[in-house]
Protein backbone atom coordinates (compact mmCIF):
# COMPACT_ATOMS: atom_id res chain seq x y z
CA UNK A 1 0.00 0.00 0.00
CA UNK A 2 3.01 2.39 0.86
CA UNK A 3 4.61 1.28 -1.99
CA UNK A 4 1.54 2.51 -3.99
CA UNK A 5 1.30 5.84 -2.52
CA UNK A 6 4.84 6.80 -2.90
CA UNK A 7 4.27 5.34 -7.08
CA UNK A 8 1.67 7.62 -7.49
CA UNK A 9 3.62 10.54 -5.37
CA UNK A 10 6.81 9.98 -7.88
CA UNK A 11 4.21 9.90 -10.99
CA UNK A 12 3.22 13.41 -10.29
CA UNK A 13 6.64 15.17 -10.31
CA UNK A 14 5.96 14.92 -14.89
CA UNK A 15 2.88 15.89 -14.67
CA UNK A 16 3.65 19.06 -12.64
CA UNK A 17 6.80 19.97 -14.74
CA UNK A 18 4.88 19.72 -17.80
CA UNK A 19 2.04 21.87 -15.87
CA UNK A 20 4.22 24.77 -14.85
CA UNK A 21 6.18 24.67 -18.29
CA UNK A 22 2.74 25.23 -19.67
CA UNK A 23 1.69 27.90 -17.32
CA UNK A 24 5.17 29.36 -17.79
CA UNK A 25 5.10 29.21 -21.39
CA UNK A 26 1.94 31.17 -21.46
CA UNK A 27 2.85 34.06 -19.78
CA UNK A 28 6.38 33.87 -21.49
CA UNK A 29 5.40 34.00 -24.77
CA UNK A 30 2.01 36.15 -24.13
CA UNK A 31 2.36 39.80 -26.18
CA UNK A 32 3.35 43.02 -23.94
CA UNK A 33 7.30 43.59 -22.83
CA UNK A 34 7.88 43.75 -19.00
CA UNK A 35 11.24 45.64 -19.59
CA UNK A 36 9.14 48.94 -21.16
CA UNK A 37 6.20 48.44 -19.09
CA UNK A 38 8.72 48.54 -15.37
CA UNK A 39 11.04 51.15 -17.26
CA UNK A 40 8.06 53.37 -18.93
CA UNK A 41 8.35 55.07 -22.16
CA UNK A 42 11.04 57.30 -22.29
CA UNK A 43 14.02 55.06 -21.23
CA UNK A 44 17.71 54.58 -23.05
CA UNK A 45 18.66 51.97 -24.52
CA UNK A 46 21.65 51.31 -22.26
CA UNK A 47 18.72 51.54 -19.09
CA UNK A 48 16.42 49.46 -21.15
CA UNK A 49 19.65 46.59 -21.43
CA UNK A 50 20.26 46.89 -17.70
CA UNK A 51 16.62 46.47 -16.44
CA UNK A 52 16.59 43.59 -18.93
CA UNK A 53 19.70 41.93 -17.40
CA UNK A 54 18.55 42.09 -14.09
CA UNK A 55 15.29 40.89 -14.37
CA UNK A 56 17.53 37.77 -16.05
CA UNK A 57 14.77 38.25 -19.27
CA UNK A 58 17.86 38.13 -21.48
CA UNK A 59 18.61 34.49 -20.85
CA UNK A 60 17.51 32.08 -22.79
CA UNK A 61 13.70 30.30 -22.39
CA UNK A 62 14.98 27.04 -20.71
CA UNK A 63 17.31 29.04 -18.00
CA UNK A 64 14.31 31.33 -17.14
CA UNK A 65 12.02 28.21 -16.98
CA UNK A 66 14.69 26.91 -14.30
CA UNK A 67 14.82 29.87 -12.47
CA UNK A 68 11.17 30.17 -12.35
CA UNK A 69 10.72 26.65 -11.09
CA UNK A 70 13.74 27.09 -8.54
CA UNK A 71 11.30 29.90 -6.44
CA UNK A 72 8.26 28.32 -7.18
CA UNK A 73 9.96 24.86 -5.00
CA UNK A 74 11.19 27.67 -2.49
CA UNK A 75 7.68 29.11 -2.36
CA UNK A 76 8.34 32.56 -3.62
CA UNK A 77 5.67 33.13 -6.63
CA UNK A 78 6.52 36.30 -7.46
CA UNK A 79 5.20 39.69 -6.47
CA UNK A 80 2.12 41.32 -7.29
CA UNK A 81 2.15 44.33 -9.54
CA UNK A 82 -0.97 46.08 -8.43
CA UNK A 83 -0.56 45.39 -4.49
CA UNK A 84 3.21 44.70 -4.17
CA UNK A 85 2.46 41.93 -1.96
CA UNK A 86 3.96 38.23 -2.23
CA UNK A 87 1.70 36.52 -4.51
CA UNK A 88 2.31 33.47 -2.20
CA UNK A 89 0.89 35.51 1.14
CA UNK A 90 -2.76 36.87 -0.91
CA UNK A 91 -3.13 32.86 -2.23
CA UNK A 92 -2.87 31.66 0.93
CA UNK A 93 -5.23 33.83 2.22
CA UNK A 94 -7.65 33.50 -0.30
CA UNK A 95 -7.29 29.43 -0.98
CA UNK A 96 -8.81 28.18 2.19
CA UNK A 97 -11.93 29.98 1.75
CA UNK A 98 -12.35 28.43 -1.67
CA UNK A 99 -11.68 25.14 0.04
CA UNK A 100 -14.09 25.64 2.83
CA UNK A 101 -16.77 25.97 -0.08
CA UNK A 102 -15.41 23.39 -2.14
CA UNK A 103 -15.14 20.42 0.44
CA UNK A 104 -18.51 21.69 1.93
CA UNK A 105 -20.04 21.41 -1.36
CA UNK A 106 -18.31 17.84 -1.12
CA UNK A 107 -20.22 16.36 1.64
CA UNK A 108 -23.48 17.67 0.38
CA UNK A 109 -22.90 15.80 -2.95
CA UNK A 110 -21.83 12.33 -1.41
CA UNK A 111 -24.98 12.85 1.69
CA UNK A 112 -27.15 13.28 -1.04
CA UNK A 113 -26.04 11.20 -4.01
CA UNK A 114 -25.23 7.87 -2.41
CA UNK A 115 -28.57 7.70 -0.73
CA UNK A 116 -30.31 8.74 -3.93
CA UNK A 117 -28.89 6.41 -6.48
CA UNK A 118 -28.83 3.47 -4.24
CA UNK A 119 -32.41 3.66 -3.53
CA UNK A 120 -32.89 4.71 -7.40
CA UNK A 121 -31.12 1.28 -8.26
CA UNK A 122 -33.09 -0.79 -5.41
CA UNK A 123 -36.12 0.52 -6.54
CA UNK A 124 -35.43 0.27 -9.99
CA UNK A 125 -38.21 1.40 -12.39
CA UNK A 126 -40.75 2.29 -9.81
CA UNK A 127 -42.00 6.11 -9.22
CA UNK A 128 -39.36 6.45 -6.65
CA UNK A 129 -36.10 5.93 -9.02
CA UNK A 130 -37.98 7.90 -12.01
CA UNK A 131 -38.43 10.66 -9.11
CA UNK A 132 -35.07 10.53 -8.74
CA UNK A 133 -33.73 10.13 -11.76
CA UNK A 134 -35.89 13.24 -13.32
CA UNK A 135 -34.38 15.37 -10.36
CA UNK A 136 -30.69 14.52 -10.98
CA UNK A 137 -31.57 15.15 -14.69
CA UNK A 138 -32.17 18.58 -13.94
CA UNK A 139 -29.65 19.09 -11.87
CA UNK A 140 -26.90 18.23 -14.69
CA UNK A 141 -29.28 20.58 -16.39
CA UNK A 142 -29.09 23.75 -14.42
CA UNK A 143 -25.90 25.99 -14.49
CA UNK A 144 -24.20 26.07 -11.19
CA UNK A 145 -23.96 29.99 -11.64
CA UNK A 146 -27.84 29.97 -12.12
CA UNK A 147 -28.76 27.63 -9.04
CA UNK A 148 -26.76 29.41 -7.04
CA UNK A 149 -28.49 33.00 -7.89
CA UNK A 150 -31.87 30.80 -7.78
CA UNK A 151 -30.75 30.29 -4.54
CA UNK A 152 -30.17 33.52 -3.54
CA UNK A 153 -32.57 34.99 -4.30
CA UNK A 154 -35.39 32.11 -2.92
CA UNK A 155 -33.54 31.27 0.47
CA UNK A 156 -31.61 35.12 1.07
CA UNK A 157 -33.61 37.51 -0.60
CA UNK A 158 -37.43 36.10 -0.36
CA UNK A 159 -37.10 33.97 3.41
CA UNK A 160 -34.09 35.58 4.43
CA UNK A 161 -32.82 32.60 6.11
CA UNK A 162 -29.40 33.27 4.63
CA UNK A 163 -27.26 36.31 4.39
CA UNK A 164 -27.36 37.33 0.18
CA UNK A 165 -23.14 37.80 0.13
CA UNK A 166 -20.07 37.68 1.72
CA UNK A 167 -17.94 35.92 3.81
CA UNK A 168 -17.73 35.85 7.44
CA UNK A 169 -19.87 33.00 9.27
CA UNK A 170 -20.87 29.71 8.44
CA UNK A 171 -24.23 30.86 7.25
CA UNK A 172 -22.28 32.72 4.46
CA UNK A 173 -21.08 29.13 3.15
CA UNK A 174 -24.41 27.31 3.13
CA UNK A 175 -26.15 28.60 -0.30
CA UNK A 176 -22.74 28.62 -2.54
CA UNK A 177 -21.75 25.25 -0.63
CA UNK A 178 -25.22 23.85 -2.13
CA UNK A 179 -24.92 25.21 -5.45
CA UNK A 180 -22.18 23.42 -5.92
CA UNK A 181 -23.52 20.29 -3.91
CA UNK A 182 -27.06 19.67 -5.59
CA UNK A 183 -25.32 20.28 -9.47
CA UNK A 184 -22.44 17.13 -8.46
CA UNK A 185 -24.87 15.34 -6.88
CA UNK A 186 -27.43 15.06 -9.67
CA UNK A 187 -24.41 13.82 -11.77
CA UNK A 188 -22.98 11.45 -9.33
CA UNK A 189 -26.40 9.56 -7.87
CA UNK A 190 -26.85 8.62 -11.68
CA UNK A 191 -23.43 6.85 -11.94
CA UNK A 192 -23.82 5.46 -8.32
CA UNK A 193 -27.16 3.77 -9.69
CA UNK A 194 -25.88 2.90 -12.77
CA UNK A 195 -23.04 1.53 -11.00
CA UNK A 196 -25.52 -0.06 -8.50
CA UNK A 197 -27.75 -1.47 -10.99
CA UNK A 198 -24.53 -3.35 -12.29
CA UNK A 199 -22.99 -4.73 -9.15
CA UNK A 200 -26.83 -5.87 -8.22
CA UNK A 201 -26.48 -8.63 -11.23
CA UNK A 202 -23.40 -9.72 -9.68
CA UNK A 203 -22.75 -13.22 -8.46
CA UNK A 204 -21.31 -12.42 -4.81
CA UNK A 205 -24.80 -10.29 -4.33
CA UNK A 206 -26.53 -13.28 -5.01
CA UNK A 207 -23.81 -15.34 -2.67
CA UNK A 208 -24.79 -12.47 -0.18
CA UNK A 209 -28.58 -13.40 0.02
CA UNK A 210 -27.57 -17.41 -0.21
CA UNK A 211 -26.11 -16.53 3.30
CA UNK A 212 -28.69 -14.71 5.15
CA UNK A 213 -27.63 -11.42 5.94
CA UNK A 214 -30.19 -8.33 6.20
CA UNK A 215 -31.22 -6.75 2.86
CA UNK A 216 -29.75 -3.57 4.03
CA UNK A 217 -26.25 -5.71 4.97
CA UNK A 218 -26.21 -6.86 1.30
CA UNK A 219 -26.89 -3.61 -0.38
CA UNK A 220 -24.88 -0.81 1.45
CA UNK A 221 -22.17 -3.54 2.47
CA UNK A 222 -21.53 -5.64 -0.17
CA UNK A 223 -23.16 -3.99 -3.35
CA UNK A 224 -22.45 -0.46 -2.31
CA UNK A 225 -18.60 -0.53 -1.53
CA UNK A 226 -18.17 -2.68 -5.01
CA UNK A 227 -20.06 -0.23 -6.93
CA UNK A 228 -18.40 3.12 -5.11
CA UNK A 229 -15.00 2.27 -7.33
CA UNK A 230 -15.79 3.66 -10.29
CA UNK A 231 -18.02 6.52 -8.35
CA UNK A 232 -14.25 7.25 -6.65
CA UNK A 233 -12.71 7.94 -9.88
CA UNK A 234 -15.29 10.18 -11.21
CA UNK A 235 -15.29 12.18 -7.68
CA UNK A 236 -11.73 12.80 -7.66
CA UNK A 237 -12.00 14.85 -11.12
CA UNK A 238 -14.80 16.38 -9.57
CA UNK A 239 -13.13 17.19 -6.49
CA UNK A 240 -10.58 19.26 -8.81
CA UNK A 241 -13.47 20.86 -10.74
CA UNK A 242 -15.26 21.76 -8.12
CA UNK A 243 -11.72 23.88 -6.60
CA UNK A 244 -11.32 25.44 -10.01
CA UNK A 245 -14.59 25.96 -11.13
CA UNK A 246 -16.67 27.74 -8.31
CA UNK A 247 -15.03 31.07 -9.82
CA UNK A 248 -18.93 32.17 -11.58
CA UNK A 249 -19.86 31.28 -7.60
CA UNK A 250 -17.17 33.48 -5.27
CA UNK A 251 -18.01 36.34 -8.36
CA UNK A 252 -21.90 35.81 -7.34
CA UNK A 253 -21.82 35.42 -3.60
CA UNK A 254 -18.71 37.86 -2.61
CA UNK A 255 -16.28 35.37 -2.00
CA UNK A 256 -12.93 36.36 -1.60
CA UNK A 257 -11.85 32.83 -2.90
CA UNK A 258 -9.27 32.28 -5.32
CA UNK A 259 -11.16 31.83 -8.09
CA UNK A 260 -11.82 35.41 -7.26
CA UNK A 261 -8.77 36.90 -7.21
CA UNK A 262 -8.22 34.70 -10.68
CA UNK A 263 -10.40 36.99 -12.84
CA UNK A 264 -9.21 40.24 -10.62
CA UNK A 265 -6.00 39.62 -11.63
CA UNK A 266 -6.86 39.09 -14.89
CA UNK A 267 -8.57 41.68 -15.52
CA UNK A 268 -6.10 43.93 -14.15
CA UNK A 269 -3.55 42.44 -15.75
CA UNK A 270 -1.23 41.58 -12.51
CA UNK A 271 0.91 38.61 -14.02
CA UNK A 272 2.68 37.45 -11.55
CA UNK A 273 -1.22 36.66 -9.32
CA UNK A 274 -2.55 34.89 -12.35
CA UNK A 275 0.74 32.73 -13.01
CA UNK A 276 1.22 31.85 -9.46
CA UNK A 277 -2.81 30.69 -8.95
CA UNK A 278 -2.60 29.03 -12.01
CA UNK A 279 0.07 26.67 -10.55
CA UNK A 280 -1.79 26.32 -7.50
CA UNK A 281 -5.37 25.44 -8.68
CA UNK A 282 -3.81 23.01 -11.25
CA UNK A 283 -1.86 21.68 -8.16
CA UNK A 284 -4.81 20.95 -6.40
CA UNK A 285 -6.44 19.06 -9.21
CA UNK A 286 -3.51 16.71 -9.68
CA UNK A 287 -3.42 16.26 -5.68
CA UNK A 288 -7.70 15.52 -5.99
CA UNK A 289 -6.59 13.13 -8.17
CA UNK A 290 -4.01 11.19 -6.50
CA UNK A 291 -6.41 11.43 -3.31
CA UNK A 292 -8.62 9.33 -5.46
CA UNK A 293 -6.60 6.74 -6.79
CA UNK A 294 -5.31 6.15 -3.08
CA UNK A 295 -8.67 6.37 -2.36
CA UNK A 296 -8.92 3.61 -4.79
CA UNK A 297 -6.91 1.42 -3.40
CA UNK A 298 -8.25 1.42 0.16
CA UNK A 299 -11.91 0.26 -1.37
CA UNK A 300 -10.33 -2.46 -3.96
CA UNK A 301 -7.86 -4.76 -2.77
CA UNK A 302 -7.13 -5.80 -6.50
CA UNK A 303 -5.14 -2.25 -7.20
CA UNK A 304 -3.87 -2.75 -3.62
CA UNK A 305 -2.37 -5.93 -4.18
CA UNK A 306 -1.13 -5.54 -7.67
CA UNK B 1 -32.22 -41.93 7.65
CA UNK B 2 -35.80 -42.22 6.48
CA UNK B 3 -37.32 -38.65 7.81
CA UNK B 4 -37.94 -36.32 5.29
CA UNK B 5 -35.84 -32.86 5.30
CA UNK B 6 -37.47 -31.43 2.26
CA UNK B 7 -40.36 -32.25 0.06
CA UNK B 8 -41.50 -30.68 -3.56
CA UNK B 9 -44.71 -30.95 -4.40
CA UNK B 10 -46.33 -29.91 -7.46
CA UNK B 11 -43.84 -26.75 -8.23
CA UNK B 12 -44.22 -24.49 -10.74
CA UNK B 13 -42.31 -21.71 -11.66
CA UNK B 14 -42.52 -19.25 -14.95
CA UNK B 15 -40.56 -16.54 -15.90
CA UNK B 16 -43.31 -13.36 -17.06
CA UNK B 17 -41.06 -11.88 -20.35
CA UNK B 18 -41.93 -9.14 -22.62
CA UNK B 19 -43.73 -11.26 -24.81
CA UNK B 20 -44.36 -14.85 -23.49
CA UNK B 21 -44.76 -16.43 -20.09
CA UNK B 22 -42.01 -19.46 -20.15
CA UNK B 23 -42.60 -22.26 -17.45
CA UNK B 24 -38.96 -22.77 -16.53
CA UNK B 25 -40.45 -25.32 -13.89
CA UNK B 26 -43.37 -27.17 -14.35
CA UNK B 27 -44.60 -29.46 -11.96
CA UNK B 28 -41.95 -30.87 -10.25
CA UNK B 29 -41.92 -33.39 -7.04
CA UNK B 30 -38.96 -34.81 -5.14
CA UNK B 31 -38.10 -35.71 -1.37
CA UNK B 32 -34.42 -35.45 0.11
CA UNK B 33 -34.08 -37.54 3.45
CA UNK B 34 -31.91 -36.65 6.13
CA UNK B 35 -28.29 -37.33 5.31
CA UNK B 36 -29.45 -38.61 1.93
CA UNK B 37 -27.46 -36.59 -1.61
CA UNK B 38 -29.85 -36.00 -4.14
CA UNK B 39 -28.98 -35.71 -8.05
CA UNK B 40 -30.56 -33.26 -9.77
CA UNK B 41 -29.34 -33.87 -13.68
CA UNK B 42 -29.94 -32.49 -16.91
CA UNK B 43 -28.89 -30.19 -19.62
CA UNK B 44 -28.20 -26.86 -19.80
CA UNK B 45 -31.72 -24.60 -19.36
CA UNK B 46 -34.08 -27.30 -18.18
CA UNK B 47 -34.77 -25.87 -14.76
CA UNK B 48 -32.62 -27.77 -12.26
CA UNK B 49 -30.96 -24.08 -10.73
CA UNK B 50 -34.43 -22.45 -11.15
CA UNK B 51 -35.25 -25.09 -8.95
CA UNK B 52 -32.98 -25.05 -6.70
CA UNK B 53 -32.78 -21.36 -5.97
CA UNK B 54 -37.04 -21.52 -5.43
CA UNK B 55 -36.01 -23.81 -2.49
CA UNK B 56 -33.47 -20.76 -0.85
CA UNK B 57 -36.41 -18.22 -2.70
CA UNK B 58 -33.79 -16.55 -4.32
CA UNK B 59 -35.17 -15.94 -7.99
CA UNK B 60 -35.51 -12.73 -9.40
CA UNK B 61 -38.60 -11.31 -8.93
CA UNK B 62 -39.87 -10.29 -11.74
CA UNK B 63 -39.69 -12.18 -13.55
CA UNK B 64 -39.83 -15.13 -11.74
CA UNK B 65 -42.80 -16.34 -10.03
CA UNK B 66 -43.70 -19.28 -8.14
CA UNK B 67 -47.11 -19.97 -9.45
CA UNK B 68 -47.83 -23.10 -7.95
CA UNK B 69 -46.42 -25.93 -5.52
CA UNK B 70 -45.27 -26.49 -1.71
CA UNK B 71 -41.79 -26.75 -0.56
CA UNK B 72 -42.08 -28.41 2.58
CA UNK B 73 -38.35 -28.23 5.02
CA UNK B 74 -38.75 -29.97 8.28
CA UNK B 75 -42.77 -29.50 8.46
CA UNK B 76 -43.11 -26.18 7.48
CA UNK B 77 -43.88 -24.64 3.41
CA UNK B 78 -41.17 -22.29 2.89
CA UNK B 79 -43.34 -20.89 0.46
CA UNK B 80 -45.59 -19.50 3.39
CA UNK B 81 -42.80 -17.97 5.30
CA UNK B 82 -42.17 -14.05 5.36
CA UNK B 83 -38.97 -12.50 3.58
CA UNK B 84 -37.77 -12.20 7.47
CA UNK B 85 -38.48 -15.83 8.44
CA UNK B 86 -36.76 -17.16 5.00
CA UNK B 87 -33.56 -14.68 5.43
CA UNK B 88 -33.10 -16.27 8.97
CA UNK B 89 -33.28 -19.69 7.28
CA UNK B 90 -30.72 -18.94 4.06
CA UNK B 91 -27.39 -19.90 5.47
CA UNK B 92 -28.05 -21.52 8.66
CA UNK B 93 -30.69 -23.96 7.85
CA UNK B 94 -30.33 -24.32 4.09
CA UNK B 95 -26.91 -22.93 2.24
CA UNK B 96 -25.79 -22.93 -1.62
CA UNK B 97 -22.94 -23.21 -3.49
CA UNK B 98 -22.75 -21.75 -6.52
CA UNK B 99 -21.08 -22.65 -10.01
CA UNK B 100 -18.65 -19.81 -10.67
CA UNK B 101 -15.99 -19.80 -7.86
CA UNK B 102 -14.52 -16.71 -9.31
CA UNK B 103 -17.31 -14.43 -8.82
CA UNK B 104 -19.20 -16.02 -6.57
CA UNK B 105 -16.86 -14.35 -3.58
CA UNK B 106 -16.91 -10.51 -2.65
CA UNK B 107 -13.94 -8.90 -4.35
CA UNK B 108 -13.20 -5.82 -1.75
CA UNK B 109 -13.83 -8.37 1.36
CA UNK B 110 -11.47 -10.78 3.08
CA UNK B 111 -11.80 -14.51 3.04
CA UNK B 112 -12.51 -14.31 6.95
CA UNK B 113 -14.58 -11.60 6.74
CA UNK B 114 -17.36 -13.45 4.28
CA UNK B 115 -17.08 -16.74 6.65
CA UNK B 116 -17.30 -15.02 10.05
CA UNK B 117 -19.77 -12.45 8.92
CA UNK B 118 -22.80 -15.17 8.20
CA UNK B 119 -21.79 -17.21 11.39
CA UNK B 120 -22.48 -13.58 13.14
CA UNK B 121 -25.28 -13.20 11.34
CA UNK B 122 -27.05 -15.74 12.35
CA UNK B 123 -25.54 -17.37 15.53
CA UNK B 124 -24.69 -14.76 18.96
CA UNK B 125 -20.73 -14.69 18.94
CA UNK B 126 -18.59 -11.99 19.23
CA UNK B 127 -16.52 -11.14 15.81
CA UNK B 128 -13.50 -12.85 17.53
CA UNK B 129 -14.61 -16.29 18.00
CA UNK B 130 -16.81 -15.89 14.55
CA UNK B 131 -12.86 -15.23 12.50
CA UNK B 132 -12.03 -18.57 15.13
CA UNK B 133 -14.68 -20.46 13.67
CA UNK B 134 -14.02 -19.23 10.57
CA UNK B 135 -10.36 -20.17 10.77
CA UNK B 136 -12.11 -24.01 11.88
CA UNK B 137 -14.08 -23.87 8.68
CA UNK B 138 -11.12 -23.09 6.47
CA UNK B 139 -8.80 -25.88 8.00
CA UNK B 140 -11.65 -28.58 7.93
CA UNK B 141 -12.02 -27.84 3.61
CA UNK B 142 -8.26 -28.77 3.73
CA UNK B 143 -7.10 -25.06 3.12
CA UNK B 144 -3.34 -24.82 3.92
CA UNK B 145 -2.16 -21.88 6.32
CA UNK B 146 -5.63 -20.92 7.08
CA UNK B 147 -4.70 -18.34 9.60
CA UNK B 148 -2.79 -16.38 6.80
CA UNK B 149 -5.66 -16.95 4.31
CA UNK B 150 -8.21 -15.62 6.21
CA UNK B 151 -6.34 -12.11 5.83
CA UNK B 152 -6.53 -12.65 2.60
CA UNK B 153 -8.52 -11.43 -0.85
CA UNK B 154 -10.83 -13.73 -3.61
CA UNK B 155 -8.20 -12.48 -6.26
CA UNK B 156 -5.64 -14.07 -4.12
CA UNK B 157 -6.72 -17.69 -4.40
CA UNK B 158 -7.07 -20.19 -7.29
CA UNK B 159 -10.56 -21.24 -8.54
CA UNK B 160 -10.20 -24.38 -6.38
CA UNK B 161 -9.22 -22.51 -3.26
CA UNK B 162 -12.46 -19.74 -3.66
CA UNK B 163 -14.69 -23.09 -4.10
CA UNK B 164 -13.16 -24.69 -0.96
CA UNK B 165 -13.88 -21.22 0.91
CA UNK B 166 -17.54 -21.15 -0.71
CA UNK B 167 -18.08 -24.66 0.82
CA UNK B 168 -16.73 -23.30 4.26
CA UNK B 169 -18.96 -20.73 4.01
CA UNK B 170 -21.93 -22.60 3.30
CA UNK B 171 -21.28 -25.46 6.15
CA UNK B 172 -20.26 -22.24 8.77
CA UNK B 173 -23.72 -22.86 10.16
CA UNK B 174 -24.01 -26.10 10.15
CA UNK B 175 -27.22 -26.26 7.58
CA UNK B 176 -29.13 -29.30 7.16
CA UNK B 177 -29.87 -29.14 3.33
CA UNK B 178 -26.78 -27.86 1.06
CA UNK B 179 -27.95 -27.26 -2.06
CA UNK B 180 -24.96 -27.43 -4.74
CA UNK B 181 -25.35 -26.19 -7.83
CA UNK B 182 -22.92 -27.35 -10.55
CA UNK B 183 -20.17 -26.56 -7.77
CA UNK B 184 -17.36 -27.89 -10.22
CA UNK B 185 -18.39 -27.07 -13.48
CA UNK B 186 -15.79 -24.43 -13.77
CA UNK B 187 -12.51 -26.40 -12.10
CA UNK B 188 -10.02 -28.81 -13.25
CA UNK B 189 -10.77 -32.51 -13.48
CA UNK B 190 -8.36 -33.14 -10.44
CA UNK B 191 -9.93 -30.26 -8.29
CA UNK B 192 -13.21 -31.18 -9.62
CA UNK B 193 -12.45 -34.77 -7.61
CA UNK B 194 -11.23 -33.02 -4.76
CA UNK B 195 -13.82 -31.00 -3.79
CA UNK B 196 -16.11 -33.70 -4.56
CA UNK B 197 -14.35 -35.73 -1.81
CA UNK B 198 -14.77 -33.38 0.46
CA UNK B 199 -18.45 -32.55 0.01
CA UNK B 200 -18.85 -36.18 0.48
CA UNK B 201 -16.62 -36.17 3.61
CA UNK B 202 -18.21 -33.18 4.98
CA UNK B 203 -21.86 -34.27 4.98
CA UNK B 204 -20.81 -37.35 6.52
CA UNK B 205 -19.35 -35.29 9.58
CA UNK B 206 -22.36 -33.03 9.74
CA UNK B 207 -24.98 -35.26 8.84
CA UNK B 208 -26.70 -32.89 6.25
CA UNK B 209 -28.84 -33.52 3.51
CA UNK B 210 -27.47 -32.58 -0.19
CA UNK B 211 -28.86 -31.47 -3.32
CA UNK B 212 -26.39 -31.80 -6.02
CA UNK B 213 -27.39 -30.17 -9.14
CA UNK B 214 -24.94 -31.43 -12.17
CA UNK B 215 -25.03 -31.90 -16.26
CA UNK B 216 -22.36 -34.67 -15.50
CA UNK B 217 -23.31 -38.03 -14.56
CA UNK B 218 -19.93 -39.03 -13.39
CA UNK B 219 -20.64 -36.38 -10.72
CA UNK B 220 -23.52 -38.24 -9.84
CA UNK B 221 -21.91 -41.39 -9.43
CA UNK B 222 -19.56 -40.22 -7.23
CA UNK B 223 -21.50 -38.75 -4.78
CA UNK B 224 -25.73 -39.45 -5.55
CA UNK B 225 -27.73 -41.68 -3.42
CA UNK B 226 -30.60 -40.91 -6.10
CA UNK B 227 -30.90 -39.07 -8.82
CA UNK B 228 -34.15 -36.99 -10.33
CA UNK B 229 -33.42 -36.66 -14.21
CA UNK B 230 -34.89 -33.16 -15.59
CA UNK B 231 -35.67 -32.26 -18.63
CA UNK B 232 -37.34 -28.84 -20.59
CA UNK B 233 -39.04 -28.24 -16.57
CA UNK B 234 -39.97 -31.81 -15.89
CA UNK B 235 -38.77 -34.47 -14.06
CA UNK B 236 -38.33 -37.59 -16.82
CA UNK B 237 -37.19 -40.38 -14.29
CA UNK B 238 -36.58 -40.69 -11.10
CA UNK B 239 -34.62 -43.52 -9.19
CA UNK B 240 -31.74 -44.47 -6.61
CA UNK B 241 -28.17 -44.16 -8.42
CA UNK B 242 -27.67 -48.12 -8.82
CA UNK B 243 -30.94 -48.23 -11.26
CA UNK B 244 -29.91 -45.30 -13.02
CA UNK B 245 -26.81 -46.26 -14.01
CA UNK B 246 -27.34 -49.75 -14.54
CA UNK B 247 -31.21 -49.86 -15.49
CA UNK B 248 -31.75 -46.75 -17.03
CA UNK B 249 -35.36 -46.77 -18.16
CA UNK B 250 -36.10 -43.46 -19.95
CA UNK B 251 -34.56 -42.95 -23.47
CA UNK B 252 -33.37 -39.68 -21.95
CA UNK B 253 -31.69 -41.16 -19.49
CA UNK B 254 -30.24 -43.97 -21.59
CA UNK B 255 -29.01 -41.18 -24.24
CA UNK B 256 -27.53 -39.20 -21.52
CA UNK B 257 -25.35 -42.40 -20.69
CA UNK B 258 -24.77 -43.34 -23.81
CA UNK B 259 -23.47 -39.86 -23.85
CA UNK B 260 -20.26 -40.64 -21.56
CA UNK B 261 -16.94 -41.14 -23.87
CA UNK B 262 -15.59 -44.56 -23.50
CA UNK B 263 -12.11 -44.66 -23.28
CA UNK B 264 -11.85 -48.08 -25.02
CA UNK B 265 -13.64 -46.03 -27.97
CA UNK B 266 -11.46 -47.07 -31.51
CA UNK B 267 -9.49 -44.10 -32.59
CA UNK B 268 -11.91 -42.05 -34.74
CA UNK B 269 -15.44 -42.54 -34.26
CA UNK B 270 -17.91 -39.67 -33.45
CA UNK B 271 -18.72 -39.22 -29.76
CA UNK B 272 -21.95 -40.01 -29.34
CA UNK B 273 -24.66 -37.30 -28.50
CA UNK B 274 -28.49 -36.81 -28.39
CA UNK B 275 -29.50 -35.53 -31.56
CA UNK B 276 -31.23 -31.86 -30.87
CA UNK B 277 -31.19 -29.37 -28.03
CA UNK B 278 -33.63 -28.80 -25.27
CA UNK B 279 -36.63 -27.43 -26.62
CA UNK B 280 -37.61 -24.17 -24.56
CA UNK B 281 -40.62 -24.75 -21.75
CA UNK B 282 -42.90 -22.81 -23.85
CA UNK B 283 -42.22 -23.91 -27.11
CA UNK B 284 -43.95 -27.39 -26.48
CA UNK B 285 -47.42 -27.40 -27.14
CA UNK B 286 -48.73 -30.84 -26.64
CA UNK B 287 -46.94 -34.39 -26.21
CA UNK B 288 -44.04 -35.56 -24.31
CA UNK B 289 -40.99 -33.29 -24.34
CA UNK B 290 -39.04 -35.20 -25.16
CA UNK B 291 -40.32 -36.62 -28.54
CA UNK B 292 -38.22 -34.87 -30.86
CA UNK B 293 -35.41 -35.84 -29.85
CA UNK B 294 -36.25 -39.68 -28.98
CA UNK B 295 -35.44 -42.81 -31.16
CA UNK B 296 -38.55 -44.94 -29.36
CA UNK B 297 -40.96 -42.17 -30.04
CA UNK B 298 -44.48 -43.54 -30.73
CA UNK B 299 -47.93 -42.37 -31.54
CA UNK B 300 -49.23 -41.43 -28.14
CA UNK B 301 -46.12 -39.15 -27.45
CA UNK B 302 -47.32 -36.60 -30.12
CA UNK B 303 -50.86 -36.42 -28.51
CA UNK B 304 -50.39 -36.80 -24.76
CA UNK B 305 -47.64 -36.42 -21.75
CA UNK B 306 -47.17 -39.18 -20.13
CA UNK B 307 -47.46 -38.98 -16.16
CA UNK B 308 -44.44 -40.30 -14.28
CA UNK B 309 -45.18 -43.87 -13.31
CA UNK B 310 -43.97 -46.05 -11.26
CA UNK B 311 -41.39 -49.34 -13.22
CA UNK B 312 -39.78 -51.35 -10.62
CA UNK B 313 -38.06 -49.52 -8.29
CA UNK B 314 -38.10 -45.99 -10.60
CA UNK B 315 -40.44 -43.44 -11.66
CA UNK B 316 -40.70 -42.76 -15.39
CA UNK B 317 -42.66 -40.55 -17.59
CA UNK B 318 -42.44 -42.43 -20.64
CA UNK B 319 -45.65 -44.15 -23.22
CA UNK B 320 -43.01 -47.13 -23.81
CA UNK B 321 -43.45 -48.31 -19.97
CA UNK B 322 -47.23 -47.95 -19.68
Known amino acids: MLKYIVKRIVLMIPVVTVMTLIVFSIFYFAPGDPVSRIAGPNVTPEVYESIRRKYGLDQPFIIQYLRFMKSVIEGDLGVSILQERPVIEMIKERLPVTLEIGLLGFLITFLIAIPAGVIAAVKKNTMVDYLCMSGTLLGTAIPTFWLGMLLMYFFAYKLRWFPISGYGTIRHLILPSFAIGLTNAAITARMVRSSMLEVLKQDYVRTARSKGLLEKVVIYRHALKNALIPVITLMGLRLGWIIGGSVALEIIFSIPGIGRLMVDSILARDYPVVQGSMIVLTSSIILANILADILYAIVDPRIRYS | MNEQILRINDLAVHFYMDTRIVPAVDGVSFSVSRGETLGLVGESGCGKSVTALSIMRLLPSPPARIVRGEIWFKGENLLDKTNEEMRKI ?233
Not at chain 2, 222 to 233: N, R
Not at chain 2, 247 to 270: F, S, V
Open chain 2, 90 to 322: RGNDISMIFQEPMTSLNPVFTVGYQISEVIMQHQNVSKKEALERAIEMLRMVKIPLPEKRIKQYPHQLSGGMRQRVMIAMALACNPELLIADEPTTALDVTIEAQILELINELKERFGSSVIMITHDLGVVAEIADKVAVMYSGRILEQADVHSIFNNPKHPYTQGLLETIPDIDLPRGQRLKEIKGVVPLPDEIKVGCRFKSRCEYVRAECMVDEPPLMQVGSSLVRCWNYA
